[in-house]
């Protein structure tokens, strides 16, 4: 498959929409050669923002893992996760009692802000549920797969509750050929055990794309048409940024690989813009 080099395209926006996962960093760590497309950026005078569906820490830890290598300009005010999405729904909505969730301590941060009493499902004790006014699902490590899981759909069976999935994203690569299952596929499974709808935030629903266009417009005046969305994945980076009406890229550093990616493109129907090696410059 045919792709463009990065450079020159981004230099016909005001702004960047990048994903995290796949684009930015991946199983090793930042992707060789993204901090120089940064300082690339910040010469041009563009504009960026990093969209992420990984609720599993807190917006200033995320910018720290940048800013540890020397990628100063990703600053909090530059993250956009779905946990901030959730966040806000859970201030807004859930007034007292405990809230329980499935994910790490770090990621129980959204919650925490909130104002909220949290619960781990790992602590959790099934025969003491009355106060419990919501489940979150935040990430897809800190507690036992068998037996927390387990707990969550007897929890969900025991007691009505709303039910919250921070993190949207099915699966994520864990190196250059495999994929690990995501927080959002544990909780397609419990859905589809208990017959459940839950809510969602997070990469490809219009929320995060908003939010982000937003914070961008408020620093200068533009349109959808002079912001650029850039992804690894179609289902989620490409399709959002499409509904949203912004040009996309998709990069094959990722979730997609790029002996698979024109057929992907092809039988899903999901076109990008553009398609791009990687974001990284040398």
């Known amino acids: 498959m045919k792709t463009k080099d990065f450079r020159s395209i981004v230099t016909n926006y005001k702004a960047v929409f990048f994903d995290a996962f796949g684009v930015l960093k991946n199983h090793k760590g930042i992707i060789p050669g993204v901090e120089n497309t940064f300082d690339f950026l910040d010469e041009q005078g563009i504009d960026y923002y ?37 966040h ?11 809230v329980a969730y499935l994910g790490t301590e770090q990621s129980a941060h959204y ?31 800190g507690f036992d797969w068998n037996d927390d899981i387990n707990k969550v759909i007897n929890l969900l069976r025991k007691k009505n509750m709303t039910v919250i999935v921070a993190n949207t994203d099915v699966n994520y690569p864990v190196n250059r050929t495999d994929i690990a299952i995501a927080i959002g596929g544990i ?29 961008a417009c408020a620093r200068q005046p533009m349109t959808r048409d002079d912001v650029l969305m850039v992804g690894d994945t179609l289902f989620t980076d490409i399709i959002g940024g499409n509904k949203f009406g912004m040009d996309t890229v998709l990069v094959l550093s990722g979730n997609t690989l790029p002996e698979n990616a024109k057929m992907k493109i092809r039988s899903t129907g999901i076109i990008p813009t553009y398609v791009c090696g990687s974001v990284a410059s040398f």
Request: net charge negative.
């Open 111 to 141: 919650i925490e802000k909130a104002g909220l009493e949290t619960l781990s499902i790992n602590r959790l004790n099934l025969e003491d549920v009355d106060d419990i006014k919501c489940l979150v699902f935040l990430d897809d490590e």
């Open 50 to 86: 990093i969209l992420t569906n990984d609720a599993s820490r807190s917006p200033e830890a995320l910018a720290q893992v940048y800013q540890d290598k020397g990628m100063v300009g990703i600053t909090t005010d530059k993250i956009i996760s779905s946990g901030m999405l959730a």
């Open 187 to 215: 909780s397609d499974m419990v859905e589809q055990i208990l017959g459940r709808h839950f809510i969602r935030f997070g990469k490809p629903d219009a929320q995060m794309f908003m939010f982000a266009y937003e914070k």
């Open 88 to 98: 806000d729904w859970l201030k807004l909505k859930i007034k007292s009692g405990r």
